[in-house]
């Protein structure tokens, strides 16, 4: 047999990516129940390793299982845990030798890579009455222009995590006019699930602070920053091009 050895897995509850070597072994978990589609993983990840689930034009009206990251490129991924500090909701998981990797043994702890995050958990519930703890360590300002949205989707009212975004009725009366969609700030955390969901672009989250106090490599931490500032997927998209 040849090392190391690669595999993934996926089901409907989790994808396992594990990686063999002669001496010990990786293993990096994705619990899809926990996961929002924040794209938390993938924007963060510095070896581009992650990658989220279609949006767009690959479905008119994408749901929460759409924007679930949906591929590990294992020959990519180096089993660092960013993606695991990270993640707003706990949603991954790293193992060594089949044990859980406690956060703070991460290497890129112990080794200074990155800082504390300074987070407040939050309880949190869907209107659909999921719910779920999240890491708030991001500040932002979110905003919906109405001339972009489609309208009737009820895409990010549906994905977001936070029951902060509504679809309000339509007016009865012909010269009021009513916003497609509206967004309560105070229950909003800023995860990106309704930016990464959004078929039209018509979602603009920005993220304007990251909570974090200690010592850093400069090298690592501040690119990371940058990316996980970048949500907007299709404006990142043209840039590329």
Do not use: H
Request: aromatic fraction near 8%; include cysteine.
């Amino acid at each position: 047999m040849s090392f190391p050895k690669i595999s993934r897995e996926i089901s409907k509850d989790q994808e396992r990516v594990q990686i063999k070597y002669l001496t010990e072994d990786y293993e990096l978990i994705l619990n899809r129940n926990k996961c929002t589609g924040c794209g938390t993983c993938a924007r963060v990840c510095p070896k581009e390793a992650i990658s989220r689930g279609p949006v767009g034009a690959s479905r008119k009206f994408p749901t929460r299982e759409d924007i679930i990251p949906e591929v590990y490129d294992p020959e990519k991924c180096v089993f660092c845990g960013t993606c695991v500090y990270m993640c707003p909701f706990g949603a991954l998981t790293l193992k060594k030798n089949g044990k859980e990797v406690p956060l703070d043994e991460l290497k890129l702890i112990s080794e200074g890579a990155v800082p504390k995050i300074d987070f407040e958990a939050k309880k949190i519930k869907s209107t659909e009455g999921t719910e779920r703890v999240v890491k708030q360590y991001t500040k932002g300002q979110i905003e919906i222009i109405d001339e972009e949205c489609a309208g009737g989707c009820d895409t990010c009212a549906d994905v977001c995590p936070s029951g902060a975004i509504t679809v309000p009725e339509k007016s009865k009366k012909g010269w009021e006019s009513v916003p497609n969609v509206v967004v309560d700030e105070e229950q909003c955390v800023f995860c990106g699930a309704c930016d990464n969901a959004c078929p039209t672009g018509a979602v603009k989250l920005k993220i304007t602070d990251v909570n974090y106090s200690g010592d850093f490599n400069e090298i690592f931490w501040e690119p990371l920053i940058e990316r996980i500032k970048t949500l907007r997927w299709s404006e990142e998209e043209e840039v590329a091009e």
